[in-house]
């Protein structure tokens, strides 16, 4: 098992910067239309485009494991707004409602809040750059 627990910290960094990479294509469809999708288009002033700035902007910010933490702990409440708000009133399970996406997001950002961005990220060379000017 050590093996496998060597790479636990690598997989963390990919886990978060694949999961930035698919949450910031809802940011795409939605503020520039691509890929076009149902979700393409919408006014930003409205609740859709306000989450399409939060997509784009947080996805990137997950992709390169800029301020991880803070980052994923917004997204992680914001997902679960969407599933109370759009998903959970359609019926109680996730699979009947649609919600399944919203609530997995939901938990995977939580869990980066907790865990934060692993080794391959901006978060760790700030920090790693911040010791090296202590000394």
Same mark, same amino acid.
């Given at each position: 098992?050590?093996? *496998?627990?060597? *790479?636990?910290?690598? @997989?963390?960094?990919?886990?978060?910067?694949?999961?930035?990479? @698919?949450?910031?294509?809802? !940011?795409?469809?939605?503020? @520039?239309?691509? &890929?076009?999708?149902?979700?393409?288009?919408?006014?930003?002033?409205?609740?859709? !485009?306000?989450?399409?700035?939060?997509?784009?902007?947080? !996805?990137? *910010? *997950?992709?390169?494991?800029?301020?991880? %933490? &803070?980052? /994923?702990?917004?997204?992680?409440?914001?997902?679960?707004?969407?599933?109370?708000?759009?998903?959970?009133?359609?019926?109680?399970? &996730?699979?009947?409602? !649609?919600?399944?996406? /919203? /609530?997995?997001?939901?938990?995977?950002?939580?869990?980066?809040?907790?865990?934060?961005?692993? &080794?391959?990220?901006?978060?760790?060379? %700030?920090?790693?750059?911040?010791?090296?000017?202590?000394?």
């Amino acid at each position: 098992m050590s093996f *496998l627990s060597r *790479l636990e910290p690598h @997989l963390l960094s990919l886990l978060r910067a694949v999961t930035g990479l @698919l949450f910031l294509q809802h !940011g795409f469809t939605k503020l @520039l239309g691509w &890929p076009e999708t149902p979700m393409s288009g919408v006014d930003v002033s409205s609740m859709p !485009g306000i989450a399409g700035l939060f997509e784009f902007g947080g !996805g990137i *910010l *997950l992709v390169v494991g800029l301020f991880t %933490r &803070p980052v /994923a702990f917004v997204l992680s409440g914001m997902m679960a707004v969407a599933y109370f708000m759009v998903h959970a009133p359609q019926g109680f399970f &996730p699979i009947v409602n !649609g919600g399944e996406l /919203a /609530a997995t997001y939901c938990f995977v950002f939580l869990y980066l809040c907790v865990a934060g961005p692993g &080794p391959w990220s901006l978060d760790a060379k %700030r920090k790693s750059l911040g010791k090296s000017a202590k000394h």
